[in-house]
């Protein structure tokens, strides 16, 4: 399941109120049922001492389903899913992709002119935009050669290899 949003309680619950978080996103592969137990990652992220990024996943039980208004037993892939469980709510290391840049800049326009800019070449040290599924996060470029790139995220995303 690709989550979109997550949200848990209303900040004026008390605490004997407080019924746990909700997922909400679409469901790629599978059956979600309720009662099942379910794995959120990349769950809990910290870096520890030496700056390493670790992450927890969070293991907990599916409490609800909803579509729409609709309270459901089972879920499957098609349309937005509300998936409430009990808790509130890794790809950390440097990996390698394949690019292609564009020759010009799309909708920008350089200073004294109309004319769109030239793209540079990818740099090392350059911080980049990626959205990967769902979530956008950054990513530094470690090295480059030709159309090929090593890169390290800033934060850690969870996906399908080849995503």
Not at 40 to 56: A, L, Q, Y
Not at 70 to 87: D, K, R, S
Request: glycine share 12%; hydrophobic share 45%; proline share 4%.
């Amino acid at each position: 399941m690709i989550v979109i949003r997550s949200f848990d309680n209303k900040p004026d619950f008390e605490v004997d109120e407080i019924k746990g978080g909700v997922a909400g996103g679409s469901i790629l592969w599978g059956v979600l049922k309720v009662n099942q137990f379910i794995e959120v990652r990349p769950g809990i992220v910290v870096k520890d001492e030496t700056g390493n990024i670790k992450c927890t996943p969070i293991y907990t039980r599916i409490v609800s389903l909803y579509a729409e208004q609709n309270e459901l037993q089972f879920a499957v892939p098609g349309g937005l899913i509300g998936v409430g469980h009990l808790f509130y709510i890794i790809f950390g290391f440097p990996f390698l992709v394949n690019f292609f840049l564009l020759r010009r800049l799309i909708g920008v326009r350089t200073k004294g002119s109309e004319k769109q800019g030239k793209v540079s070449k990818l740099a090392k040290g350059e911080i980049l935009m990626l959205n990967i599924g769902s979530m956008s996060t950054g990513a530094r470029v470690i090295a480059v050669k030709n159309d090929l790139a090593k890169l390290q995220l800033t934060s850690p995303v969870c996906t399908s290899k080849g995503e």
